[in-house]
């Protein structure tokens, strides 16, 4: 199956600083998404992302497919940004399906 | 659009029960999709599920766990046997294929054998 690595795997930022978070995936995917988990547990979405660049406020992603990365950007980052950043990929091929997560970021942002 | 639900949301047992889980997609959403999170991973996919038909079971999917989705829509996920290692949060998420499979979460249900 493919494999999915994400760096750092911690990150701590002061408030207002700017990351980037990194993605590699093993094989071509044609799916792949960007997830917050909150310290309840609770993935939300942040971005469905299978090639190109999108953006919403202070965050945008982009996926370049061809070279099996996708990059998350957190500007003038913020306290309620602290959690786990997972990216997810996959591909639909003979009917086979199967999403793989990365072991995921944990950013911490101090006030 | 209610988001995807996931009844209980914490479970106690001890070793050896069986427990179920319930998950309810989002309306009209004709996939839903089991993982399993353990502390400091990403969550791992378990099974899915194309409308009522069980299309992909993962190898960490044993015998004790079984998966239904009787009608297509609400799905069920059951342990049997529980065992201390299947201590975990249980994820379920949904899609549609037309916003392109994108998948929504539910809460989790966190269970703990003891």
């Known amino acids: 199956g493919i494999q999915v690595e994400q760096s750092p795997p911690d990150l701590i930022l002061q408030e207002g600083a700017n990351s980037t978070l990194r993605c590699n995936f093993s094989?071509?995917?044609?799916?792949l998404q960007w997830f917050h988990q909150n310290p309840w547990g609770q993935l939300i979405n942040l971005f469905y992302?299978?090639?190109g660049t999108k953006q919403n406020g202070r965050l945008s992603a982009t996926t370049v497919a061809t070279e099996r990365y996708s990059l998350l950007y957190i500007s003038s980052s913020q306290t309620t940004d602290s959690g786990v950043y997972f990216c997810?990929?996959?591909?639909?091929?003979?009917?086979?399906?199967?999403?793989?997560f990365g072991r995921g970021t944990s950013l911490i942002v101090h006030p | 659009d209610t988001g995807v639900s996931q009844d209980p949301r914490h479970k106690i047992t001890k070793r050896g029960q069986n427990v179920t889980f319930r998950c309810d997609p989002i309306?009209?959403?004709?996939?839903l999709y089991w993982y399993r999170q353990t502390l400091g991973q990403g969550p791992e996919f378990l099974t899915y599920?194309?409308?009522?038909?069980?299309?992909?079971k993962s190898r960490l999917l044993s015998d004790r766990f079984s998966a239904e989705r009787p009608k297509g829509s609400f799905s069920t996920l059951e342990i049997q046997r529980t065992e201390q290692g299947d201590s975990a949060m249980y994820l379920c998420?949904?899609?549609?294929?037309?916003?392109?499979?994108?998948?929504?979460f539910g809460p989790g249900t966190r269970l703990t054998v003891t």
């Open positions: 992302i299978p090639s």
């Open positions: 309306s009209e959403h004709n996939r």
């Open positions: 599920f194309q409308n009522e038909a069980q299309l992909e």
């Open positions: 998420a949904s899609s549609a294929r037309d916003r392109g499979y994108e998948q929504y």
């Open positions: 094989d071509s995917v044609n799916n």
């Open positions: 997810a990929s996959w591909t639909a091929s003979g009917g086979s399906y199967i999403p793989t």
